[in-house]
């Protein structure tokens, strides 16, 4: 027998973890080393939001391991199979990796092993169902949503695991969480410009107790308010499992045992944990979506381009368009690293539609600053605001910041929390372009970026320009 190895890499917990109790097993009670690799391909596009929050959770981890993880530094196909052979371990153990960019880098790493006849084992994955494993009657891959939630609502109840004893091993790093803060970045795109840098005042606390600990308290009080609350933007109605769900300090399948039932928000609570398995699941079977788009009829829709769209979008990241809501939306991203998700809605439909700017910029920019930045969720959530993805419903639909704000956020509580300038300018004045029109106030807030009617027609107009080219093409 020989001792394994369990490489974290989205799975930072230790309950409900497949992998670790095959680790153990194929250890035969020789002990698991716990390994962390510094890959600069994954940091340097990570902003610095996530890497910290990252480093908080992997802290964490250590602590409840009572032993440091191996934190080893470089290509993951050099680094593994290298302290494979340094201890002996035959069995290198993960979780899944789904995305596009990871199953390439497994493949290598799995190769590298088997040449020095030691193996890459993967068990489970980031989700409840594995992607690409729901699929229609003709065995196709689900594009609409409530088809793919049907039959992956009869994939559970899932089984969930409890935390072992392990012996954990020691073995030596040869790198520190230092080297992750400078890694975390260097891929920074030039459109960014003179963009805000460095991590938010403000982080969720990391790690796997305090997502167990949210979740509890969230199913305790506030799941029956869910269906509603979760809309209500100055209302804390969600469960903020976000960052937790992205890093896999707690598993889906442990949210879904502990949301099961009909009563509350239960049953649309356990649907956008579907959403996120969805995402995933179209991420695997249409790799291409993470940069082009996924409906082919809207490849060619027209985006601006040049010195005044690459200011425009510098103003929408900075929340400085004059729009209250969007910039409330952009200002929360920047301060906390986060953003309601009606916020995120309004605010990417404003850069696709008012602004007509490609989704794939602000895509970046809110991977760059989201502590749950996840490939699969934000590519596809930017799409289906786009309509160029997922959503069912044509281009006609083009969120009214001013109608969201009206209904979402009636007493400007979301905007005052975040538009400093707007502070003392009541409801519904606050939620109008500009802070309201007209007003005897000596603010400094910005004037309206561009007229929202006149905007939305010509989004209209760009959207019948690309449905028509593809037709025409293909007739
Ligand atoms: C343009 C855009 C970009 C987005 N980018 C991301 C992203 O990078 N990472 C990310 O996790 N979510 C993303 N979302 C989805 C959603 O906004 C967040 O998951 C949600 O706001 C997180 O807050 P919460 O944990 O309190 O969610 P809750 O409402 O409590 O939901 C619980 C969990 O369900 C999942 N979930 C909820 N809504 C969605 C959704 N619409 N799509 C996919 N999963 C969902 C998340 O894992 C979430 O943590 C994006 C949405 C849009 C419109």
Redesign the pocket.
């Known amino acids: 027998m020989a001792p394994s190895i369990l490489w974290f890499r989205r799975d930072l917990r230790l309950g409900d973890h497949p992998a670790l109790h095959e680790a153990i097993r194929r250890s035969g009670g020789e002990g698991v080393v716990p390994l962390f690799v510094v890959d600069e391909t994954f940091l340097g596009p990570s902003g610095p939001t996530r890497v910290e929050f990252l480093i908080g959770c992997l802290e964490a981890l250590s602590e409840s391991m009572g032993v440091p993880l191996t934190l080893r530094s470089g290509d993951p196909a050099t680094v593994v199979p290298a302290l494979a052979k340094e201890i002996g371990a035959r069995s290198v153990l993960v979780t899944g990796d789904f995305a596009p960019e990871g199953l390439a880098r497994d493949a290598r790493v799995a190769s590298a092993l088997q040449d020095q006849g030691a193996e890459l084992i993967s068990m489970s994955s980031p989700y409840a169902v594995e992607p690409g494993t729901v699929r229609s009657e003709k065995d196709l891959p689900l594009k609409v949503f409530s088809a793919y939630r049907r039959r992956w609502e009869v994939r559970g109840p899932h089984v969930v695991l409890g935390v072992p004893d392990v012996k954990w091993l020691e073995a030596p790093s040869d790198t520190e969480y230092e080297v992750m803060r400078r890694l975390g970045g260097t891929r920074r795109p030039l459109l960014f410009g003179d963009l805000p840098d460095g991590p938010p005042a403000t982080l969720p606390q990391p790690g796997e107790n305090a997502a167990l600990a949210i979740l509890e308290e ?1 199913i305790d009080d506030r799941v029956d308010d ?1 269906g509603e609350g ?1 809309d209500i933007l100055e209302r804390n ?10 890093f896999g300090c707690i598993h ?1 399948r442990t ?1 879904l045992a502990a949301s099961q039932g009909a009563g509350g928000g239960r049953a649309t ?1 356990r649907s ?2 579907c ?2 398995e ?2 995933a699941d179209v991420l695997f079977t249409a790799p291409h979506s993470v940069r082009d788009a996924l409906q082919p009829q809207m490849a060619g829709l027209e985006w601006d381009g040049g010195e005044r769209a690459e200011e425009r979008f510098r103003c929408w990241a900075r929340g400085e368009t004059g729009i209250p809501l969007v910039d409330a939306a952009m200002r929360q991203l920047l301060k906390e690293g ?4 009606r916020a ?2 309004v ?2 439909s404003f850069l696709i539609k008012h602004l007509h700017l490609d989704w794939r910029w ?2 970046r920019w ?2 760059w600053r ?1 502590v ?7 590519q ?3 799409q ?2 786009a309509g160029t993805g997922t959503d069912a419903a044509p281009f006609h639909r083009i969120f009214n910041p001013v109608a969201q704000a009206q209904r979402f956020d009636p007493n400007g509580a979301y905007i005052h929390r975040y538009v400093e300038e707007l502070a003392g300018i009541p409801a519904p004045d606050v939620l109008q372009p500009g802070g309201g029109v007209g007003l005897l106030h000596q603010s400094s807030y910005p004037a309206p970026l561009v007229d929202l009617k006149a905007e939305r027609e010509e989004a209209l107009r760009r959207y019948a320009a690309a449905r028509d080219a593809y037709r025409a093409t293909t007739t």
């Open positions: 969230f869910y979760r109605g969600t469960s903020g499992l976000g960052p937790y769900l992205r889906p949210v609570f956008e944990i959403w996120r969805f995402y986060t953003m309601h998700n995120r809605m605010s990417a602000g895509a809110f991977m989201l749950d930045g996840d490939l699969a969720s934000n596809q959530g930017w289906w605001t």
